[in-house]
């Protein structure tokens, strides 16, 4: 539940499986990178000692991360949940792993109405809270008040590690590390119905 810290006044969400979709085959991935079985792809490539492997291996990431972009849609309830918070006021941002063009892409193509997005090419990757603080300053809010939404163990890490709400989107299976979140939704009907109750809003 939300209402164990002071009144949440802003909202920031992971972007591929949490507000919109991603068909990017990460196994694939770890394949044409050369990163071992189960490793972070983007920790990988910046270990690389060779610039020119490091530059092909962001240049493969890039190639598939605009393709699924443009192949994108939004994901069950999330449309309605950001169109409903943002008529009732809530200051919403997004931070996400994806390249900056692909997360416009994303956008534009989705026509999502949140301004301010932050992606690996602004910060660290999750799960480095660096982009959650730098929003939390920018809307001068303390981060008690900020929730982080995302569908995976980095955003959760990210969000406590920030000292936010971290919230996780599990629409199917709960995953092991579910325990780690201060909350878990299975539909964003449940998100939004809890974040307008504790701030006095009508549903």
């Known amino acids: 539940m939300v209402t164990n810290r002071q009144k949440i006044q802003g909202i920031i969400f ?23 079985a ?11 000692e060779c610039e020119q492997q490091k530059q092909q291996a962001h240049d493969i990431v890039r190639e598939h991360e605009m393709r699924d972009a443009g192949q994108s849609h939004w994901l069950p309830g999330a449309r309605e949940m950001v169109y409903g918070l943002k008529q009732h006021g809530f200051q919403m941002a997004i931070v996400t792993r994806n390249i900056s063009d692909a997360a416009k892409l994303k956008m ?16 660290p990757a999750k ?4 982009a959650l603080l730098q929003i939390a300053r920018y809307w001068q809010l303390p981060v008690d008040q900020i929730i982080y939404v995302g569908d995976f163990r980095y955003d959760v890490e990210a969000a406590n590690n920030a000292g936010m709400v971290s919230c996780l989107y599990a629409p199917e299976v709960r995953p092991d590390y579910a325990s780690q979140a201060d909350m878990m939704v299975t539909h964003f009907d449940d998100l939004a119905e809890q974040l307008l109750n504790q701030s006095g809003h009508d549903i």
């Open 14 to 36: 992971d972007l591929d499986g949490t507000l919109l979709s991603s068909d990017l085959n990460f196994q694939l991935l770890r394949e044409l990178t050369g990163c071992p």
């Open 38 to 48: 189960g490793g972070d792809i983007l920790a990988h490539i910046d270990s690389l």
């Open 127 to 130: 799960p480095d809270p660096t």
């Open 108 to 123: 534009s193509h989705n026509q999502v109405p949140i301004e301010l997005v932050l992606s690996r090419e602004d910060a």
